[in-house]
């Protein structure tokens, strides 16, 4: 089963080994800025139809604010390539700017993953109630479920996500460039036809037009920062060079700079489409939409923009629009994959640091951090449930994480070439590095004043949840860096004699104590295995809940002769556990500096449901003496299938020594148990009675030994 889900493992030196060229590294990890031109240009028309159909005509403005801005936030961020590939971002903004701002970089990417993820797949989700609308009550569990197949395909492996993941981008590539071309000549020729939500009226939410003066600069504001979320992807090229093929550095940066000129042309070219069709929507359809003078109501669905300027330009042929459509899912998804890269990779850079759990550390037989890719699946699939897989309410709390760690990276990477300014002496390098300088300051600049406008206009409207959330991360990763330094530091040893002679000093005795609670194999077997250890006392131990339970273990363990003092303790409220323990605290008190080992024989089952036929005693003497100090358990364990072990080894055994002795007809065999013969006519003719008996002299003569 676990290979049918995440495939056959992959050796280290083959995993490290794994590098994509350019035409798969753009769809695995820019994938993310790319799609987020199916719900960017959304979130700009919505915003400005908070002020009136009118201004709608401000939109093809902002796209190219976006886009401009965007292109110089690339455009800087690919001279810090060279530096983060060094050593990575949290690496360098930790060794740079401290512990703190690494933590509050790595919190921000984190979150910024999960709404990748949470973004995605809800308007992959609207986009198939778009098609189908009868599924529109279905939509939060179609948004879960496509979380889900997405985990299980990024535990496959990230050779087979960048295998499929070129496919879905340009598919979408190919039909959007189309369909935006065909719309720009019909719309050049006077022949572009109107969308279907042209006709719709819109109320402002104002109640008035504020289109001048201090409320029109607040509207681009909020939606420039609504349509800011084509920055994305950024980081996660920036944090995977070391995926690309050599020369890793120069096909990264052109990789990002790609990714930043295809989302800026597609991101302008559909608002432009999208005021030409005179697309309308609004985020509440209950009050500021009106068709044919009515309120559609709450179940009234909207289509995507994409998809109205699409059947718009494929007015006669649908079908095309509906194909675009099924690839802005396919992209979607495949931006999903590339936050299940980011993910990990942020999650195990911490947990170097050990401000998330070191487990997040761990690499699966597929080369994959697989508990940073389940982390990420649950916590996106809490936020998409959360709110509803609400687009609107989710892009309220993204590029907030996003610009805060692009912000944090700069300022590092500022700071190093500012220290190395200092020191370097020579013209020519000093130059060079006062370009890097200059350029780097104006990306930090200019992602900063991003950051600003983007949580002054969207504070109040989410992404204050986002702040607190990053807050809250922040604050447990620095509790959990703190346990972990609390842990080494009691667990270290400083490095002089005294200290390491007190740590491997010997105790004075060892004591061994074997519960038994019933005389049969597991406990005659903890016997022995305790024996064989040579403590300085060793004793059986059983507790007094019930006086025939009891009798008859006494009687079975003096028929057995075993060469062990049995103590019997009682119980008065019938509690064998907290029995056991006060005992042993007892033992314990008499003599400090002597260890206990607790011996617990343990029956063990082929099946789980054969387990809930038995008592779980053992398991709750391990729990409870688990935080006794100077005592030490041993688990015991007997299979329930070593009986027929047993049985074969015996028979083949008694071959052996038929085929070395067929001149013996005496029936004595001086190899068995002193109480048992072999049968005139050979092993093979030994009854499974006789069998166990041999068996039971055997446990008798080991346990008298």
């Not at 060794?95 to 990417?109: E, F, I, Q, R, T």
Request: proline share 5%.
């Amino acid at each position: 089963m676990r290979i049918a889900l995440i495939g056959r493992p992959v050796s280290t030196r083959n995993f490290s080994a794994v590098t994509l060229p350019k035409r798969y590294a753009l769809p695995l990890f820019g994938a993310d800025g790319i799609s987020s031109v199916a719900y960017a240009a959304d979130q700009t028309i919505l915003t400005l139809a908070a002020a009136g159909a009118s201004a709608l005509a401000f939109s093809p403005w902002v796209g190219l604010a976006v886009a401009l801005v965007g292109l110089v936030v690339i455009g800087t961020y690919r001279y810090n390539i060279s530096q983060i590939a060094a050593e990575g971002d949290i690496q360098l903004v930790h060794k740079k700017l401290g512990a703190l701002p690494a933590v509050m970089m790595g919190a921000s990417s984190l979150m910024d993953y999960m709404l990748t993820v949470s973004v995605s797949m809800s308007s992959a989700a609207t986009f198939l109630v778009a098609l189908y609308p009868e599924i529109q009550d279905w939509r939060t569990t179609i948004a879960v479920l496509l979380i889900l197949g997405l985990t299980l395909a990024a535990l496959r492996g990230l050779q087979l996500m960048g295998k499929i993941a070129h496919w879905p981008l340009y598919i979408f590539l190919a039909l959007l460039g189309i369909t935006l071309i065909i719309g720009w000549v019909r719309a050049s020729m006077g022949a572009l036809p109107v969308a279907e939500s042209a006709g719709y009226a819109i109320v402002p939410e104002q109640g008035n037009n504020p289109t001048e003066g201090v409320a029109l600069t607040l509207l681009l504001a909020r939606s420039f920062s609504g349509g800011a979320v084509a920055f994305s992807g950024v980081s996660t090229i920036s944090n995977s060079v070391r995926y690309f093929r050599p020369p890793k550095k120069y096909n990264a940066a052109l990789t990002m700079m790609m990714m930043g000129v295809i989302t800026s042309v597609l991101l302008v070219g559909l608002l432009t489409l999208a005021y030409l069709t005179h697309v309308h929507m609004v985020h509440d359809t209950t009050q500021f939409l009106f068709i044919d003078g009515h309120t559609p109501g709450e179940y009234f669905h909207q289509k995507p923009a994409l998809y109205q300027v699409a059947l718009a330009v494929y007015r006669d042929t649908p079908i095309y629009a509906q194909l675009l459509v099924f690839a802005t899912v396919g992209v979607l998804i495949i931006a999903s994959i590339t936050a299940f890269t980011g993910f990990p990779m942020i999650a195990s850079s911490l947990a170097d640091y050990q401000y998330v759990p070191v487990f997040f550390r761990s690499v699966d037989s597929r080369g994959l951090y697989t508990n940073g890719v389940l982390t990420l699946a649950g916590f996106s699939t809490v936020l998409t449930m959360l709110f509803g897989s609400d687009v609107y309410s989710l892009i309220q709390l993204y590029i907030v994480g996003m610009c805060i760690s692009m912000v944090m990276v700069q300022l590092a990477v500022v700071r190093y070439r500012t220290r190395l300014l200092r020191v370097t002496l020579a013209q020519m390098p000093r130059r060079a590095l006062l370009r890097d300088i200059a350029v780097s300051a104006l990306g930090m600049t200019v992602t900063a004043a991003v950051l600003v406008v983007v949580i002054a206009t969207k504070l109040g409207a989410g992404a204050w949840l986002s702040l607190g959330m990053i807050a809250l991360m922040v604050g447990g990763m620095m509790l959990t860096h703190r346990h972990y330094a609390t842990v080494d530091e009691a667990m270290d040893i400083p490095l002089n004699a005294e200290s390491v002679a007190d740590v491997a000093a010997l105790p004075s005795r060892v004591h061994a104590i074997v519960y038994v609670e019933r005389v049969r194999r597991p406990a005659v077997r903890a016997l022995s295995y305790a024996r064989a250890s040579r403590p300085s006392t060793i004793e059986a131990l059983t507790v007094n809940n019930d006086r025939v339970a009891l009798d008859a273990v006494k009687n079975r363990w003096y028929a057995l002769n075993i060469p062990v003092p049995l103590s019997v303790i009682n119980s008065p409220y019938r509690d064998t556990v907290q029995a056991v323990v006060s005992y042993i605290r007892r033992r314990r008190k008499k003599s400090p500096r002597d260890i206990l080992v607790v011996y617990l024989p343990e029956f063990v089952v082929d099946h789980w449901w054969q387990r809930i036929l038995h008592r779980r005693t053992v398991r709750r003497l391990k729990k409870a003496l688990l935080h006794e100090p100077g005592v030490m358990t041993a688990t015991v364990p007997w299979a329930m299938h070593e009986d027929e072990v047993y049985d074969e080894i015996f028979d083949q055994r008694l071959q052996t020594e038929d085929a070395s002795e067929e001149g013996n007809t005496t029936g004595e065999n001086p190899t068995l148990a002193p109480n048992v013969t072999r049968p005139a006519g050979g092993g093979r003719e030994l009854t499974q009675s006789n069998r166990h008996t041999v068996y039971r002299g055997r446990l008798h003569e080991d346990s008298a030994s």
